[in-house]
């Protein structure tokens, strides 16, 4: 059976390649999201991609991956990381894996942005290698599936 992942990214990661790209890149949102598709397809895994600037949004959008049993999760809160604990308790209640993603490194940034709500909660956290987390985060999901180790 096929495995089929879930992308959230969280707020302004829309504006990905015009915000700060000294900090976040150049590269679109898109773009990223083409790379992950491509690599999904190596992997013979089924990826969809969702982004909102929503705290609400994304906690549906875990819901719905319970719902449509959907067997991993990589998630960008962007700002909720720092702020959220509904996004916590979403991926507590529905138990699917995940990983949480960054393209800048949040512990060598602002002291606020240290603290993660979600980290613990989740299999992983990779941050500061810019989009390449991504894709990290894809192959050490499905890694991770494929050896049962979650």
Same mark, same amino acid.
């Given at each position: 059976m096929q495995k089929h992942f879930l992308v959230i990214h969280g707020p302004n990661l829309n504006l990905l390649g015009l915000r700060e790209p000294e900090i976040y890149g150049s590269e679109t949102l898109e773009q990223i999201n083409q790379q992950l598709l491509n690599e999904a397809l190596n992997l013979q895994i089924k990826l969809e991609c969702k982004q909102t600037n929503t705290e609400g949004e994304i906690v549906n959008y875990i819901h719905e991956a319970f719902k449509n049993k959907i067997n991993g999760l990589i998630i960008n809160p962007a700002a909720y990381t720092h702020t959220s604990i509904? &996004?916590?308790?979403?991926?507590?209640?529905?138990? &699917?894996?995940a990983i949480e993603v960054h393209l800048s490194n949040i512990h060598t940034r602002e002291p606020f942005r240290h603290f993660s709500y979600t980290a613990s909660v989740c299999l992983g956290q990779i941050c500061g290698f810019g989009s390449y987390g991504y894709l990290l985060a894809l192959q050490a999901l499905n890694q991770s599936l494929n050896s049962k180790l979650v």
């Open positions: 509904a &996004i916590r308790d979403a991926l507590t209640a529905v138990k &699917i894996p």
